[in-house]
């Protein structure tokens, strides 16, 4: 059997020390065709969709991927970019702030670069390239705040089923969550402080996060309590009391039940109880994307004002924003604790090559 990545291995080669940030995915283009290979991914993996394989692919081939890729085609195309969809734009953005910060403490034997559990630039493409330039210690950190199965679990599956295929695995440390992370707290606080600031503030704050079915929560996925526990935080970080605030979720499909309450029913109920202006935050979402640009500011927004609303504010996501990245390298260097960063002394290099010719091995 070859392992991926043999034909490349030099005995000299200088080692890194790696950072990997990842997130969700997003289509090639705003398309059907590009939309039914990103949906076709992403609805496959059983981690997302927790239903018999088979029946499964019945529905996802005779009915979803068949009616699904031209609806979010179009939702997509009201939101792409001339550099690609806002979640690939601001996640390589991100990418290269951190890459900058730990550049300029630890020297460039560190590399950081970013992945997408679906779509591209693929795990398996990225894990190539981190291989080809030497690193040795891998660091994944997956822009999921709050944990759940079908992102955080999904990410590392997608890095073990890849690892399966290399003879030499890199030292590995994996960040499945950080909801209560102090720096990310502050980090969000100040950003909507800054927000407040500037565009004033509304009657009530709404912390949108992304839904999942509820039969996960009762299954023991911990997404459910994270996510409230990231928005308590937050509250007592920006002075709030219960009534000024809410926890809602989000995209939700399909028939079955999902986490409650739902962002759409709230938005749409709330004039009538006498709250006309609201600032909606989506703490998440590391990146804004179309969940947050079209379904939240377009969509939602219709909902709220349509019921009898005065007056509807999103707050952006902290996408690169300074604040978000020293939050992340925070985070990264907590984790790193313990893991020197590679010297690379061209001497030891040029010994190690040169005993490995003695041995007969190709240097």
């Known amino acids: 059997?070859?392992?991926?990545?043999?034909?490349?291995?030099?005995?000299?080669?200088?080692?890194?020390?790696?950072?990997?940030?990842?997130?969700?995915?997003?289509?090639?283009?705003?398309?059907?065709?590009?939309?039914?290979?990103?949906?076709?991914?992403?609805?496959?993996?059983?981690?997302?969709?927790?239903?018999?394989?088979?029946?499964w692919w019945l529905i996802l081939h005779g009915v979803i991927l068949r009616i699904r890729p031209s609806r979010?085609?179009?939702?997509?195309?009201?939101?792409?970019?001339?550099?690609?969809?806002?979640?690939?734009?601001?996640?390589?953005?991100?990418?290269?702030?951190?890459?900058?910060?730990?550049?300029?403490?630890?020297?460039?034997?560190?590399?950081?670069?970013?992945?997408?559990?679906?779509g591209n630039p693929s795990v398996t493409s990225v894990l190539n390239e981190l291989q080809s330039q030497g690193v040795r210690r891998l660091l994944v950190l997956p822009l999921y705040p709050q944990y759940s199965g079908s992102?955080?679990?999904?990410?590392?599956?997608?890095?073990?089923?890849?690892?399966?295929?290399r003879r030499w695995l890199p030292d590995f440390r994996f960040i499945s969550h950080y909801p209560d992370f102090p720096p990310y707290i502050e980090a969000m606080a100040r950003h909507i402080e800054d927000y407040w600031r500037e565009h004033g503030r509304q009657d009530k704050l709404i912390l949108s996060f992304h839904g999942v079915p509820k039969k996960y929560l009762l299954r023991g996925d911990p997404y459910h309590c994270e996510c409230h526990k990231t928005s308590r935080l937050l509250a007592e970080r920006l002075g709030l009391s219960a009534d000024q605030y809410q926890t809602t979720f989000q995209s939700r499909?399909?028939?079955?039940?999902?986490?409650?309450?739902?962002?759409?029913?709230?938005?749409?109920?709330?004039?009538?109880?006498?709250?006309?202006?609201?600032?909606?935050?989506?703490?998440?979402?590391?990146?804004?994307c179309l969940e947050t640009i079209e379904e939240i500011d377009e969509e939602n927004r219709?909902?709220?004002?349509?019921?009898?609303?005065?007056?509807?504010?999103?707050?952006?996501?902290?996408?690169?924003?300074?604040?978000?990245?020293?939050?992340?390298?925070?985070?990264?260097?907590?984790n790193l604790q313990g893991w020197a960063v590679p010297t690379n002394d061209p001497e030891v290099l040029r010994k190690r090559a040169a005993q490995a010719r003695q041995i007969g091995a190709q240097a």
């Open 1 to 55: 059997m070859r392992y991926k990545g043999e034909d490349k291995f030099r005995h000299d080669q200088p080692e890194k020390l790696g950072i990997l940030v990842t997130n969700l995915g997003t289509p090639d283009a705003p398309t059907p065709s590009a939309l039914r290979r990103y949906l076709g991914e992403f609805l496959a993996d059983p981690r997302v969709v927790e239903v018999p394989r088979l029946i």
């Open 72 to 118: 979010s085609a179009a939702a997509y195309s009201k939101v792409w970019e001339s550099s690609g969809s806002p979640l690939l734009t601001h996640t390589a953005n991100q990418c290269e702030a951190i890459r900058k910060q730990l550049q300029s403490k630890y020297g460039n034997n560190v590399v950081v670069a970013f992945a997408m559990r679906y």
């Open 151 to 165: 992102t955080s679990a999904s990410t590392f599956d997608a890095i073990a089923q890849d690892f399966a295929t």
């Open 253 to 288: 499909f399909g028939r079955e039940e999902w986490l409650k309450p739902y962002t759409d029913e709230t938005l749409k109920s709330l004039p009538a109880s006498g709250v006309t202006s609201i600032d909606v935050f989506c703490p998440g979402f590391s990146s804004d």
């Open 302 to 334: 219709g909902y709220f004002m349509a019921a009898g609303g005065k007056a509807f504010n999103y707050i952006p996501a902290m996408n690169a924003t300074p604040g978000h990245i020293d939050a992340l390298v925070a985070l990264i260097e907590q």
